[in-house]
């Protein structure tokens, strides 16, 4: 009974751990949100100053769907600007590690692959897409000037030289000019800057005031997503649909906070900041738009429907500022389009590293993947790095263990007598729980001994499963032979039928006095349950947990073998 309760409570626990994520999506506390329901429209953000660009004065988002049909006349870009390409609908980009398309209506990236990442191991070619431009799957990334006087925003049309860049061998960087022009003698020349080997994508508006009168006005940046399809649902055979999707803002007052898709339909967020970004977020992957860290911001929500389907705006808007004419200005933020790399990160924006969802176990989960990643960077592959951390963690814990399995070895040791008075009491079972506890105290053996290693093992349990889930850098991590995705199930159910036959040979040093035949049977069908269990988790887990049990059992054997040759 002693080895039952651990195995009992851990599985509870870790279910019901699960419960208490799901809960807090729908109970949990909610972030920040704007003082009145008028917030839940643009025109509700405030300005400033009088003499400045209110944010209403952003046209209402536009999609894909809205813009001229393919085929139809664009409308007419004016002022003198390099030759548009004709024939052309998007503008190519290509670097080392992203393929773009960028609309030249408003400027708007619209597309975004990330070459080093396919969806599937089977399907090399087949990359994962980050934006998209139509549909149930549309997600974008806009920006512009917010101003009375004229100004491009994401409506605007924007000339072009070619409707194709790509990083070419040795350059470290690639520069995508688009221009617009006001026939006052306003010119914007926005620049998309592109380096090797990065994620994070320059974006420059440089605004040459021709005008003869000063200009005033605003830059703002905003992400648009239609309501996730996979949203839905939440399946256990996949854990990566428990993984937070959504919208993330960080700021220096409250850190990062998550918002629902659900929850801006509720209610709009809204705070001013400085050194704040915003992010819609997935499994693995993300998008943010990071203003320059010196600089306030008003960042908020927005739920819009022009079509029936819902789509889910994150904006930031930077305060007005006055360009003098004859004047030029350059307004500049940062666009990351890619993974979650935890070791670039807060090299890119401070707080980034929150996208990488731990939830309440970031205290334990960020050392753990610290611990891998240093030990895969020494032996450059991430399963064996799985197994020496689970070595170095059952080492930190082998004098707790060390005393469970001692107390286990007594216990062992007692069963005939344990017997003797099961036959004694009969089904007494008060007499015989009396008989049991004074036989305990004097032989000084802990019938609860087994269960403090355990308990102290779940948060590192849960912590790593979360390092697992989490981490981009295991997604599709071969390991050797079988399994080539540690970041998806064993496909032969071996690891899980091996950690099986571990806990099989580990209940036959188990003692059993003192159970009756229903505790018997629930220990039986232990290996059972954590097969089936561990059958729909990541390969990379499971190879933790079953690596754990074949040390355990070592362990619990040589101890056990220790002192019943000294009796």
Not at 312 to 326: E, M, S, T
Request: net charge negative; proline share 8%; hydrophobic share 40%.
């Amino acid at each position: 009974m002693a080895n039952l309760r651990p195995v009992l409570f851990i599985t509870l626990i870790f279910l019901g751990y699960l419960l208490w994520v799901e809960w807090q999506k729908d109970y949990g506390p909610r972030p920040r949100q704007a003082d009145s329901p008028a917030a839940t429209s643009v025109d509700a953000i405030p300005s400033p100053a009088d003499e400045v660009p209110e944010a209403g004065d952003i046209p209402d988002a536009p999609g894909p769907a809205d813009l001229p049909p393919a085929g139809q006349e664009e409308p007419e870009a004016v002022g003198p600007a390099p030759q548009m390409t004709a024939g052309a609908t998007t503008i190519t980009v290509i670097t080392d590690v992203l393929e773009l398309a960028i609309d030249p209506v408003g400027g708007t990236v619209v597309s975004a692959y990330l070459l080093d990442y396919p969806v599937e191991l089977d399907r090399p070619m087949d990359k994962v897409r980050l934006f998209n431009p139509a549909g149930e799957e549309l997600f974008i990334a806009q920006s512009g000037l917010l101003s009375k006087q004229p100004a491009p925003n994401h409506t605007s049309v924007y000339r072009y030289g070619q409707d194709r860049y790509e990083l070419p061998d040795g350059a470290e960087e690639l520069r995508v000019p688009l221009t617009w022009a006001d026939p006052g003698g306003l010119e914007v020349t926005k620049t998309f800057i592109f380096k090797r080997d990065s994620y994070d994508i320059g974006v420059r508006h440089t605004l040459s005031n021709g005008s003869g009168s000063d200009w005033v006005g605003s830059r703002y940046e905003q992400l648009q997503q239609a309501q996730p399809t996979q949203e839905q649902k939440r399946s256990f055979t996949d854990p990566g649909s428990y993984s937070f999707r959504g919208i993330g803002f960080f700021s220096s007052e409250e850190k990062f906070e998550k918002v629902d898709f659900d929850e801006v339909a509720e209610q709009a967020y809204q705070r001013s900041t400085t050194g704040g970004w915003l992010a819609m977020i997935q499994h693995y992957f993300f998008a943010a738009w990071i203003p320059p860290g010196d600089e306030p911001a008003t960042y908020s929500t927005q739920e819009y429907s022009p079509s029936g389907w819902p789509r889910y705006i994150a904006r930031a808007v930077a305060p007005p500022l006055r360009v003098a004419a004859g004047d030029t200005h350059q307004f500049g933020s940062t666009l990351y389009v890619g993974p979650k790399l935890q070791e670039r990160l807060d090299d890119i924006a401070p707080g980034l590293q929150h996208t990488v969802n731990y939830g309440i176990f970031t205290v334990f989960s960020k050392p753990l993947f610290w611990l891998l990643s240093g030990i895969h960077g020494f032996i450059g592959n991430w399963g064996w790095a799985i197994v020496l951390l689970t070595v170095l963690i059952k080492a930190a814990f082998f004098k707790l263990t060390e005393a469970q399995y001692r107390s286990m070895a007594r216990m062992r040791k007692l069963q005939p007598r344990i017997e003797a008075l099961r036959e004694r009491y009969g089904d007494d079972r008060q007499r015989m729980s009396q008989a049991m506890m004074e036989l305990y105290k004097k032989e000084k053996v802990n019938p609860l001994g087994g269960c403090l290693p355990i308990l102290v093992q779940i948060p590192i349990f849960i912590a790593l499963y979360w390092v697992l889930l989490e981490s981009v850098e295991l997604r599709q991590a071969p390991f050797f032979g079988w399994i080539q995705n540690l970041s998806a199930r064993d496909p032969y159910f071996i690891l899980p039928l091996l950690n099986a036959g571990f806990m099989i040979l580990t209940q036959r040093l188990t003692p059993t006095a003192g159970m009756d035949p229903m505790q018997r049977k629930l220990m039986n069908a232990m290996p059972v349950v954590f097969s089936v269990m561990f059958a729909f988790f990541p390969a990379g887990l499971v190879l933790y947990w079953a690596t754990n049990a074949g040390l355990s059992l070592a362990q619990q054997w040589y101890i056990t073998q220790k002192i019943a040759g000294s009796s």
